[in-house]
């Protein structure tokens, strides 16, 4: 019998991989989606039925084929948990339009492609779910979070209309506020003398999206958050 697909966009060495490794483990074949085609491959290693794949998440024409080539080679996907993100910090008089923009296209327009594409299949379907990585800056814009804070709310209302939309249609969209930062080589090595319970354990998080994954349609999340229990907030 034919595994059902998953998508998980934005894959590396943290939550990326986290949620491949928990959808392969819960019987999904899983399209591993990042730039550099050499993370998607580190995660896929020794994982079953995942499947690396490189992809400019911001680029309609990479998307769509990227998109065909999954439905040819592994079937329509039920699920997307779009994880890609990102941001230039800055002040106002430090970042530049181009940083803006960089900001806006992967967390906002990335999320509008990846969701025009497959979400007919999923009403085809009459199911399907789309998960969302956010941030606390999608709520509150700090000096530092000019752009990314900008982006990251501008994809929290896109989840919103995607909910409100694809809800009544069977498509279970979530958007998950994550309150801190997440452990991986590259937040150890920033900050070494910070203790690793102030770290969001990438592992821990794809739990909470592998058990919103599974609500009832009678009480179905749609935002979240998650924080580290010394986290202040």
């Given at each position: 019998?034919q595994k059902p697909v998953a998508v998980v966009v934005g894959v590396g060495p943290g939550l990326g991989g986290a949620l491949v490794r928990r959808f392969s483990a819960e019987g999904y074949a899983v399209a591993a989606i990042s730039r550099d085609i050499k993370n998607a491959e580190s995660i896929c290693t020794g994982v079953d039925d995942a499947v690396a794949l490189s992809c400019d998440a911001?680029?309609?024409?990479?998307?769509?084929?990227?998109?065909?080539?999954?439905?040819?080679?592994?079937?329509?996907?039920?699920?997307?948990?779009?994880?890609?993100?990102?941001?230039?910090?800055?002040?106002?008089?430090?970042?530049?339009?181009?940083?803006?923009?960089?900001?806006?296209?992967?967390?906002?327009?990335?999320?509008?492609?990846?969701?025009?594409?497959?979400?007919?299949?999923?009403?085809?379907?009459?199911?399907?779910?789309?998960?969302?990585?956010?941030?606390?800056?999608?709520?509150?814009?700090?000096?530092?979070?000019?752009?990314?804070?900008?982006?990251?709310?501008?994809?929290?209302?896109?989840?919103?209309?995607?909910?409100?939309?694809?809800?009544?249609?069977?498509?279970?969209?979530?958007?998950?506020?994550?309150?801190?930062?997440?452990?991986?080589?590259?937040?150890?090595?920033?900050?070494?003398?910070?203790?690793?319970?102030?770290?969001?354990?990438?592992?821990?998080?794809?739990?909470?999206?592998?058990?919103?994954?599974?609500?009832?349609?009678?009480?179905?999340?749609?935002?979240?958050?998650?924080?580290?229990?010394?986290?202040?907030?």
């Open positions: 019998m911001t680029d309609r024409a990479q998307t769509e084929s990227t998109i065909a080539r999954i439905r040819e080679d592994m079937g329509r996907p039920e699920v997307l948990l779009y994880n890609a993100g990102g941001g230039v910090r800055g002040t106002i008089d430090e970042i530049s339009e181009d940083d803006f923009a960089f900001s806006w296209q992967i967390n906002a327009m990335g999320l509008f492609l990846w969701a025009k594409v497959l979400a007919p299949d999923m009403v085809d379907a009459g199911k399907g779910l789309i998960g969302v990585t956010g941030a606390t800056a999608s709520l509150r814009g700090k000096p530092l979070t000019t752009g990314f804070a900008a982006a990251k709310a501008a994809q929290r209302s896109l989840s919103q209309s995607l909910a409100r939309d694809l809800g009544p249609k069977g498509v279970h969209v979530f958007y998950a506020i994550i309150d801190g930062g997440i452990d991986n080589p590259r937040t150890r090595d920033r900050q070494p003398d910070k203790p690793i319970e102030s770290r969001l354990n990438a592992d821990d998080i794809a739990d909470t999206y592998w058990v919103v994954a599974n609500q009832k349609r009678s009480a179905w999340t749609f935002e979240i958050d998650l924080r580290p229990h010394i986290e202040n907030w």
